[in-house]
């Protein structure tokens, strides 16, 4: 089945003179329980696709579906019970003064959700916390830990799709290796399906099973990320990251750079 | 060295706090002379803090002791604020690790660039101007002259931090203290900001520290790579050497990389040994 659809998005900003398509025409399938991944350099427009599913944006125009299910401009509660999204930044995405279990709460409280304690402390043990950390704030934790309060925030909706900004890149590679771990064994447990949006190939061929690349608001390409490490990219634009990733990547030589 | 910046001997930071005392860098020591030189660790294991107490720039109640903290003619340890004042900015220049924080939101980026070029430099408004933009063209941004009058809440993340390095580098520092300048840039940005740099070592014969948690990046772009773990330099070796690496916790930084060529269905977590704490 599937899951998130995409028809000819379109996105500007500006009117008049001012005007700036971010998005053009972008067309995307991510089918049930797959991991999809969206890669670019920045200002390619990935974040802003997401954006859009998740309701931040609201005067795209074309056709988005999940599950099956068209999105109207204005988003309905029973939307988000399905789609919730994790930011980039955990040091910016938590708030400063809430405790944990009010972070966690709130979305409970929002959907007229029962069983708040067991819930949260469920979705706790599920990120690989634990009770202790419901009444702490943001900065008493560590970044690790606060990424994993982003995504217990967003499970805690039980949602099917999981829209995932960078969600490693404000990490150390020890933590990140935590996180995409767990990220990996949630899809398993939980059947979700992800949207990721990323600029490391690495962490792109290792979460996701299709790559879309995205170059000035187009999507100009669409492989497996098996093609991926292959070499198996036609477009000049995704040669070149593929290159750039590898230029740092552990088997390859020192670059020569003049 | 001929070339010698830069001369550290065990240094040591403490930050108190009432009674706390918190141990953040013990007897570090290394030497920075014409070259690359990387420190790498997780968050908390002091690299950053190594960087800042080369400028002094934390908080009065720490306490900073070291057997040498030499930077040319000036000892950093005894030097007054007033000194201090001189060298940051002009002398020494840290590139910061995030620049939506670094940046003052409500002025335009190109005055602020400018701004940094005044402290240090008699010139009139229309100079400063025309060396930012010569300066923003330098660091690979189309359009200079629009991107002056923006907001840092309208330029990207890449572009931000090729902003901060414009402002960091147009005083022509000795040597710049880069903390993770390339953390928040794609691939195909970070070659080129990468390039500005060593173009800018090369060409001014500055000394680069670049504090990092990006090992494989390191390797290829670094002459010398010091490793630290809980305060301490657990290991350092040539850039080129690191797949000899011997410490098992830089070996575990290593495998926790997810890599293209090598998929794996999980990737390895460090394992952390408290014998390194104390060896």
């Known amino acids: 089945m599937t899951m998130i659809q995409a028809q000819s998005l379109n996105l500007s900003f500006g009117v008049g003179a001012a005007c700036n398509q971010v998005l053009h025409d972008v067309d995307l399938t991510v089918e049930d329980g797959e991991s999809f991944g969206l890669v670019g350099e920045s200002g390619s427009g990935k974040t802003t696709v997401l954006r859009c599913l998740a309701g931040q944006y609201r005067h795209w125009s074309g ?28 040091y910016g995405s938590l708030h400063p003064r809430h405790t944990i279990d009010t972070a966690l709460r709130e979305p409970l409280t929002i959907h007229g959700m029962g069983e708040r304690d067991d819930r949260i402390n469920d979705i706790l043990l599920k990120v690989g916390l634990n009770d202790s950390f419901r009444y702490r704030y943001p900065h008493q934790l560590s970044g ?12 805690i909706l039980e949602p099917r799709v999981l829209l995932l900004d960078e969600p490693t890149s404000a990490l150390d590679v020890s933590v990140q290796a935590e996180i995409l ?23 792109v061929s290792h979460l996701c099973d299709k790559v879309a690349v995205m170059q000035q608001g187009r999507i100009v390409e669409r492989l497996d990320s098996q093609a991926l490490s292959q070499d198996l990219a036609c477009h000049d634009y995704t040669r070149m990251l593929v290159q750039a990733s590898r230029d740092f990547s552990a088997e390859s030589p020192r670059v020569a750079s003049a | 060295m001929s070339t010698l910046k830069l001369t550290v001997d065990s240094l040591n930071v403490r930050f108190v706090n009432g009674k706390k005392e918190t141990h953040a860098v013990r007897d570090v020591s290394f ?59 002009q002398r020494i220049s840290m ?34 101007r025309e060396r930012v933009l010569l300066m923003l063209e330098k660091v690979h941004i189309r359009d200079p002259g629009r991107v002056y009058n923006l907001y840092p809440h309208e330029v990207s993340g890449g572009m931000g931090q090729r902003i901060m390095i414009a402002m960091m580098v147009i005083t022509n520092p000795e040597v710049i203290i880069a903390d993770e300048p390339t953390s928040a840039l794609d691939v195909s940005v970070r070659q080129q900001v990468l390039n500005v740099l060593e173009e800018l070592v090369v060409e001014q014969q500055m000394g680069l520290i670049f504090v990092s948690h990006d090992l494989n990046l390191v390797r290829n772009y670094c002459d010398r790579v010091l490793v630290m773990y809980a305060g301490r330099v657990v290991e350092s070796l040539a850039a080129c050497d690191l797949q000899y690496a011997e410490h098992p916790y830089t070996r575990g930084l290593l495998a926790a990389l997810p ?21």
């Open chain 1, 144 to 155: 690790g830990q606060r990424q994993r309060v982003a995504i217990a925030r967003a499970l």
């Open chain 1, 181 to 203: 771990n767990l990220l990996a064994d949630l899809r398993q447990r939980e059947k979700l399906t992800y949207l990721m949006v990323t600029h490391d190939l690495g962490v």
């Open chain 2, 95 to 128: 590139i910061m690790q995030d620049p939506k924080y670094s940046l003052n939101p409500v002025v335009k980026v190109g005055e602020q660039i400018a701004e940094a070029y005044l402290a240090h430099h008699k010139a009139s408004r229309s100079e400063a």
């Open chain 1, 63 to 90: 056709a988005l579906s999940i599950a099956g299910a068209p999105l109207q401009h204005k988003l309905s509660k029973e939307h988000f019970r399905k789609v919730q999204m994790v930011f980039q930044d955990p």
């Open chain 2, 31 to 89: 030497t920075l002379g014409r070259e690359k030189l990387a420190i790498v660790g997780e968050s908390g294991s002091g690299k950053s803090t190594v960087g800042r107490s080369l400028l002094k720039l934390h908080p009065g109640s720490t306490q900073i002791t070291a057997k040498a903290l030499q930077f040319g003619d000036v000892d950093l340890l005894s030097a007054s604020e007033k000194a201090m004042q001189k060298i940051r900015g």
């Open chain 2, 259 to 279: 890599s293209m060529d090598n998929r794996r269905p999980r990737l390895p977590v460090l394992q952390r040994d408290p014998l390194w704490l104390t060896c």
